[in-house]
């Protein structure tokens, strides 16, 4: 099933906006019910991240079956491309001149090579706009059920729009931000971390 913002944008600058719902915790309830079992997408967009010291923009394609994704990055850090695979067998990412690093955390190899620090795990279920389990989590609704924000993990997330796809509700624009010190109060010197992205196209492979 695809859905771009393109095709949709006429629906999108006229329709209503949402109203409240009569009750926000119930209709979260089923929206999570909702979204959980989706473990397949492709999802294009544009992607920004920043410190206090140096920032980059790139444009954003993620693949994802399951345990195994692909992450495509053009334009970062002038490199022209980065690709970060994950699978059963770990993680590796390889950029346009072919060089090619390993290892089994994904997030650990992207921090290694390039200094930054990206929640990937964290982004597996935020981009759904839920929080990710097993982990503690302050969240905030919105009127209409869904996540306004949510702190996890030493990170601020806050999902600034949603657009709808068929029958579905999903972030097109997150904010997020690392707090003081870094997930599991890591020292001070990695430097507070700022994310934007924009999603401009999904497809899901129901």
């Not at 702190?151 to 997330?157: A, K, L």
Request: hydrophobic share 35%; with cysteine; charged share 25%.
């Amino acid at each position: 099933v695809v859905f771009g913002l393109a095709a949709l944008a006429a629906g999108c600058a006229t329709a209503p906006q949402i109203p409240p719902v009569e009750n926000p915790a119930a209709t979260w309830q089923l929206r999570q019910a909702q979204l959980r079992p989706i473990t397949a997408w492709n999802i294009q967009g544009r992607l920004a991240m920043r410190t206090a010291e140096e920032g980059w923009q790139a444009s954003l394609e993620w693949m994802r079956e399951g345990e195994r994704h692909r992450i495509d990055l053009t334009g970062p850090l002038g490199r022209g491309h980065l690709r970060l695979t994950r699978d059963e067998q770990g993680a590796e990412l390889r950029d346009a001149d072919r060089h090619r690093w390993h290892a089994e955390n994904p997030e650990q190899l992207l921090y290694r090579t390039t200094g930054w620090r990206v929640p990937l795990d964290g982004l597996n279920y935020w981009v759904l706009g839920l929080p990710q389990p097993g982990t503690a989590a302050e969240q905030e609704l919105d009127p209409q059920g869904r996540l306004k924000s949510l702190v996890q993990s030493g990170w601020d997330v806050r999902f600034l729009e949603y657009t709808r796809y068929g029958s579905l509700e999903l972030p097109s624009k997150l904010f997020i931000k690392r707090h003081d010190g870094g997930p599991n109060d890591e020292p001070a010197n990695h430097a507070t971390l700022e994310v934007r992205l924009v999603i401009e196209r999904w497809t899901l492979n129901q």
